[in-house]
């Protein structure tokens, strides 16, 4: 599907959608839960839906309605060791569940679509082949494992992927032994553990955390709480709440201020930049049309890299440096490079790092037209950068937003967003 999206300033207010980061760990552990638990998740995008499928793979019983996930839990049948899981084109699916099939003892192929076959994998398959887990060879893709993943020590370096830490936590209350998680540092992404963690304890589960080491103790039964709401989603929020600090106000409900995601930094960022921000309660209000560029440390927030950049586009002035966004390369498209190309297309100057993005204030949004990438997030971030270029904005491939959001366009029109289908060829 390819859009045009013409200049004209978002004004309004939204909901937010539900966190798929926060969706993946609760449908995850209701579904190896001792009772059944009632998901309230008010969205179901296509990372969301990858999980419920590949649960219901694994002998989970998932009914939909009503805004409401009802979650039976699987049954531990060693007679139905095989099973085949599609994780669609979502990374955190695959590695919340390699470790989990095999704390199961199940043999397990893995298979997926679109950059899924490019994600690294190899850090977690090594501590899982040195704990009883067989692997296909690296590269081949579907990805096939065999064997009963054992308990012990596990040893990651703490810069490469939260994901992994999330699929061993998720895993390891369920083996027979002990054991310890110890992350190498930095570690980086670690709000997304800490996700984790509180999902973890939700379900009754206890994990001992001291500075970059977690003590799981085995033999553990995730305790169904009954009910859960999925939080409300930061990251996906953040587009909009750019979107206000671009002129505005724009005001996002939903968002809880307590909240573990890492994502909520994107306040911080806008604030810096020089956005006018107001919360009351779960809403979240952003305005302001005079922005200068920040310095920008990615660590822990990689995700919010494509939308920061629009803002630092329309900054007024200052240069915006974005730094450890090296993971960016690796994720639905190489993000560092994707960033610059758009840009680029769209009358901005981007210089491109490493490990990061040079962006100067002062410049001229013009409009153009632009791939999506195969990138939710890119299709979103420009979409939002034609709201104050001078000149209309085409993104090709803008259904990559079904991946997590996908009635964004339904909320960027209801802010008083032009967009025009130009066709709807998927």
């Known amino acids: 599907m390819n859009v045009c999206v013409s200049p004209g300033s978002l004004t309004g207010t939204v909901p937010a959608i539900s966190s798929k980061s926060d969706a993946h760990r609760i449908l995850i552990a209701a579904s190896l839960s001792d009772a059944p638990t009632k998901v309230l998740c008010n969205v179901r995008s296509e990372d969301i839906l990858a999980t419920v ?3 219901r793979a694994l002998g989970a019983e998932i009914d939909d309605a009503d805004g409401v996930f009802t979650v039976k839990p699987l049954r531990r049948d060693a007679s139905e060791n095989a099973v085949c899981l599609d994780c669609g084109e979502s990374g955190s699916v695959l590695r919340f569940l390699l470790p989990v099939v095999s704390a199961l003892g199940k043999s397990g192929v893995f298979t997926g679509r679109g950059r899924l076959p490019e994600r690294p994998i190899t850090d977690l398959r090594q501590v899982m082949e040195a704990h009883g887990v067989r692997f296909s060879e690296p590269g081949a893709f579907p990805i ?44 980086e ?92 309660g779960d809403a979240v209000t952003v305005s302001g049309k005079s922005l200068h560029g920040v310095p920008i440390d990615a660590a ?11 803002a630092a586009a329309a900054a007024e002035n200052g240069v915006t440096a974005v730094s450890n966004a090296g993971r960016l390369r690796i994720k639905e498209s190489d993000r560092l490079a994707a960033i610059c190309d758009c840009l680029r297309r769209i009358g901005v100057a981007c210089t491109e790092t490493d490990d990061g993005l040079v962006i100067e204030g002062g410049q001229t949004i013009c409009g153009g037209t632009v791939n999506g990438f195969g990138d939710h997030r890119m299709v979103m971030s420009m979409a939002v950068a034609a709201s104050v270029s001078q000149g209309a904005v085409t993104i090709e491939g803008a259904q990559a937003v079904q991946k997590t959001y996908p009635h964004f366009f339904d909320d960027f029109q209801k802010l008083g967003g032009k967009v025009n289908v130009l066709d709807s060829h998927r």
């Open 144 to 187: 096939r494992t065999e064997g009963t993943l054992t308990a012990g020590k596990f040893t990651l370096k703490g810069n490469v992927s939260s994901q992994y830490v999330t699929g061993l936590l998720l895993a390891l209350p369920l083996l027979e032994g002990d054991s310890e998680i110890e992350l190498l540092p930095p570690v």
């Open 189 to 280: 992404s670690a709000s997304y553990i800490r996700m984790t963690l509180d999902t973890l304890r939700t379900f009754g589960i206890s994990v001992e955390c001291t500075e970059n080491r977690f003590r799981i103790k085995g033999g553990q039964r995730y305790r169904s709480p009954g009910e859960v709401t999925v939080d409300g989603d930061w990251s996906n929020a953040a587009f909009f709440l750019t979107a206000g600090a671009l002129g505005g106000p724009v005001t996002v409900t939903g968002l809880r201020q307590d909240s573990v995601q890492g994502d909520k930094a994107v306040l911080r960022v806008l604030r810096e930049m020089g956005a006018q921000i107001t919360v009351q």
């Open 300 to 310: 822990d927030t990689p995700d919010l890299i494509p939308i920061l950049s629009v």
């Open 53 to 55: 499928n590949c649960m």
